[in-house]
């Protein structure tokens, strides 16, 4: 290992005072006491009965040693690549306090906002405070922003259905649910009955495609068999990383089931088309519960992060390693979430944010940063296309924060080898910064997406979007991504 200078953790004798440690992890965005990946390293540091133990403001109880010795702190590194990636400041979001400043400056700059109107044909969701207002961030690397009422909860609903569309495409064949449901954005309400070309439904991400892709759900178990199946892996996406963690709302559920008459019209219209395979009126009603429940799943905006976090790592949980959805049913859900997420807005936000999203009637955004991590935004008032007003013009005076700023330092740290990679071949994309502004350059890195077609890159060593062909489709980091973070990042 290289030698490592902690001169400025150390005190007049020589030790690092863990008080200090503990600031640098927390100043790096990184949950020291909460982060499963730490629970070693905080294990190693522990107090033993005679010796002194820190007092520090993050510790529930003051359980680690005041001091140690800088040899001892970095053999305790060789055993902990994350920790030293926090002291060796190669996170990616390098300059994590700037980033959190300006994320607390966009959500204060809506936080007043009146506008919007609450849900009320889902009676469950109309009991909501008109004033909730969170956001939290979590990076592919772990680094976390909570802010405003984070700790509230609220449902999925729509959010839900990228998130089945994923498992599903692993669990029987990206091939075999779109036999079922289209690729296509609709043109029409999200809860439309129409089909689209092929008489199947357009996309996944409306209703009569999310109903159709809930049948494919394990057809010969029973109804609690299919919905464990699917909560299992919606726990896994989140890590439960907030003490709330996943959980069901039983009366948002009712609500649904009890309101949800068109709901009930498009499963019935889909069973007169053949879109569905159901044999019985039972066996659609048990479709439409199963769909009903995954929309009634509860989460904070640190869970939807989280969640999001691991589609941006590629279908990595950020913080157990484990592969929860495979990479090229992430880079689905991703072209799916661009070109389909946001309602009948859909298109608008393609062209003025131009990052994958999903929204849901409950107030709730997520946004995937490919490779770099999740917004989650949740504020109850709805626009007229459905989406969260608060949400909305967040991300909007975010992205603006970026726009001819040269009084800091870029953001975000260049990506590297050691980062998840989408393909085999080395890709040159313009997402990471390293530069005098937080103005978007041309990178080498070795984060690829790629899509199932293939992708080709030449003539990148102009750092315009222009300088770069690709074949075979949409590249999400290629074209999708970078063409929503120029608008943000406008090159010099």
Known sequence: MTDLNFSDLCDDSGNVVTSKLVDQFYDSGILLFKDPRLRSFVGALSVSPDKTPVQHHSLASNSLLSRISPDQLSTLLQDHPLALQVLTKGLVVGDFKTFKEDVIAAFDSVRKDGSGEITTYIPGLSTYDTNKWSVSFCSVDGQVVALGDYKDTFTLQSVTKPILYGIMCDAVGTDTVHRYVGKEPSGFGFNKIVLGYGDVPHNPLINIGAITVASLVLPDESISDRFEFCYSKYKDLACNMSPGGISFNNVVYLSEKHNGHRNYAIGHYLLNKGCIDASSTGRLMEILELYFQLCSIEVDTRTVAAMGATLANGGKNVFTGEEVLSKNTVQNMLSLMYSCGMYDYSGEWSFEIGLPAKSGVSGVIMVILPNLGSLAMWSPPLDHYGNSVRGLGFTRNL???????????????????????????????????????RNLHTVRGRREFSTSAGLAVQNCASPTAQGCSYSGGLAMLGWKFTRGLSRAFPRL
């Open 399 to 437: 992205l603006s924060r970026f726009k001819n700023d040269t009084a800091h330092q870029s953001v975000f740290h260049p990506f590297s080898s050691k980062r998840a990679t989408f393909s085999s071949n080395h890709v040159l994309t313009t997402i990471g910064m390293r530069c005098p502004t």
